[in-house]
Nanobody, 120 residues
Framework: QVQLVESGGGLVQAGGSLRLSCAASRSIFSINAMGWYRQAPGKQRELVAAITSGGGTNYADSVKGRFTISRDNAKNTVYLQMNSLKPEDTAVYYC??????????????WGQGTQVTVSS
């Protein structure tokens, strides 16, 4: 069981920056991977960025060079630094955690979502 609490969303003008935070109820080192997804109105939820317990990262092509995912194990927190924001980044952003094993089954946990709105 993992509880995720998100914060940091808000309204920003194009070109501005925001930092999203996701605090987990257990050590993030024990979680296989954590990531950020987003969902805009009328669109499917998509992966924005992910980070594994080993430190590997993965980004959607649309955010490469602008967004950075990182973690602070001491605070059990994952961050998404978003720079050079564009109106098309507007969406609800969700924190995700993946646990489990290949043989026994994996589990997904989700935060409540935080709204990011970028004005032109």
């Amino acid at each position: 069981q993992v509880q995720l609490v998100e914060s940091g969303g808000g309204l920003v003008q194009a070109g501005g920056s925001l930092r999203l935070s996701c605090a987990a109820s257990r050590s993030i080192f024990s979680i296989n991977a954590m990531g950020w997804y987003r969902q805009a109105p009328g669109k499917q939820r998509e992966l924005v960025a992910a980070i594994t317990s080993g430190g590997g990262t993965n980004y959607a092509d649309s955010v490469k060079g602008r967004f950075t995912i990182s973690r602070d194990n001491a605070k059990n927190t994952v961050y998404l630094q978003m720079n050079s924001l564009k109106p098309e980044d507007t969406a609800v952003y969700y924190c995700n955690a993946k646990t489990g094993t290949v043989l026994a089954g994996r589990y997904d946990y989700w935060g409540q979502g935080t709204q990011v709105t970028v004005s032109s």
